[in-house]
């Protein structure tokens, strides 16, 4: 799962646990813990520590993705939202299909993503060149 991100590492967890024993999000409660965080890193092959998850479950929690079902722990008795769950669903889908685009689609889209790195060299080969030609004469 290359660079995945703490935020999704999690959200995908939870939506794999509610696949897994069909469980719909409204089910599912859960805390950030040191016993969460061995198991999110055993199935996504990572390495987050439980502050990286405490920090991503920040972030889930300011964008409404995982809300709290109950008071009493800051990452204690939260639960997924509905929000959550399309975020989670549609960034997966989204990641699958960029992973299946030909070699020829990822140069194509390098090129798009980098293209001021590519106008910058440009105008600098082209300034390069002028100033030869003015001053070299």
Do not use: P
Request: net charge neutral; glycine share 8%; proline share 0%.
């Amino acid at each position: 799962m290359g660079n995945l991100k703490a935020e999704f590492a999690l959200l995908y967890f939870i939506i794999d646990h509610m696949d897994e024993n069909g469980l719909t999000y409204k089910l599912v409660d859960f805390s950030i813990d040191e016993s969460m965080t061995e198991e999110v890193n055993n199935k996504f092959k990572t390495s987050f520590t439980l502050d990286e998850l405490e920090k991503a479950t920040d972030k889930c929690l300011s964008h409404e993705w995982v809300n709290y079902r109950a008071m009493g722990q800051k990452y204690g008795f939260l639960g997924i939202t509905q929000k959550g769950v399309g975020v989670a669903r549609s960034k997966r889908k989204s990641d699958e299909l960029k992973s299946q685009r030909s070699w020829f689609k990822k140069f194509s889209d390098y090129i798009e993503d980098h293209k001021g790195v590519f106008i910058l060299i440009g105008s600098i080969v082209a300034l390069v060149t002028l100033s030869l030609k003015i001053f070299g004469e």
